[in-house]
């Protein structure tokens, strides 16, 4: 059967989602250009015409991966609800136990950005946006007066380094750590950051919820 003549745009994200299950299955350092070219059928040759090399390929896949998450926090973040509600659902669904952006990539992906520059822009850019979106909604939180915080960036700095912690233990060490007891921590850190009593987060509500298992 012939196979379907693609647009640039098409097959680009093609050969991006065939990288990601590449690298998720076999690692960045063992994933090869051969590898994803045979995934999908296709010549080496038109991988590399897409992307020049090895290096290049996975960089630009890790950014797919972490932009399909990154839209998902915006619709979390974006919500008409109070700040505290998009918070909880944010941190709830970044954290180890939610849907978010497969850990081991992630995991991976800094791994090899300690030696790999184009990698680390790319990671460096994508982790900025996250700090960028979270500090924006506790600043309205604050404005609005839901809550109390001194340094709203500050604490997007501590929360995402407490979760990016929990999620690189968790993934090491699978099933050291209870579900309720990474969600209880992710909603306690929270609370601290906002100066909130713990059950004025970990109330349950729809928002919340439905955000931890989007």
């Given at each position: 059967?012939?196979?379907?003549?693609?647009g640039v745009a098409e097959r680009r994200d093609e050969l991006l989602k065939a990288a990601v299950e590449q690298i998720e299955a076999r690692g960045v350092a063992a994933v090869r250009i051969s590898d994803v070219a045979a995934a999908l059928g296709v010549s080496n040759a038109l991988v590399l015409y897409h992307f020049s090399s090895k290096e290049q390929l996975v960089a630009a896949a890790f950014a797919?991966?972490?932009?399909?998450d990154l839209a998902q926090l915006r619709r979390l973040l974006g919500r008409r609800s109070t700040a505290v509600r998009r918070l909880r659902a944010a941190v709830r669904w970044y954290a180890p136990t939610g849907q978010a952006k497969g850990w081991r990539l992630w995991i991976?992906?800094?791994?090899?950005?300690?030696?790999?520059?184009?990698?680390?822009?790319?990671?460096?850019?994508?982790?900025?946006e996250w700090k960028t979106a979270l500090?924006?909604?506790?600043?309205?939180?604050?404005?609005?007066?839901?809550?109390?915080?001194?340094?709203?960036a500050a604490a997007a700095w501590r929360l995402t380094a407490f979760l990016d912690g929990l999620a690189v233990q968790t993934t090491a060490y699978a099933g050291s750590l209870s579900r309720?007891?990474?969600?209880?921590?992710?909603?306690?850190?929270?609370?601290?950051e906002l100066n909130l009593p713990d059950q004025d987060v970990a109330t349950p509500d729809r928002d919340a919820e439905a955000g931890a298992g989007t």
């Open positions: 059967m012939a196979r379907v003549r693609l797919h991966a972490a932009e399909t991976e992906g800094w791994a090899v950005s300690l030696r790999d520059p184009e990698l680390r822009r790319v990671a460096a850019s994508l982790d900025q500090t924006r909604v506790i600043e309205e939180g604050t404005a609005a007066g839901e809550f109390r915080c001194a340094d709203p309720t007891t990474m969600l209880r921590w992710a909603d306690t850190a929270l609370a601290r």
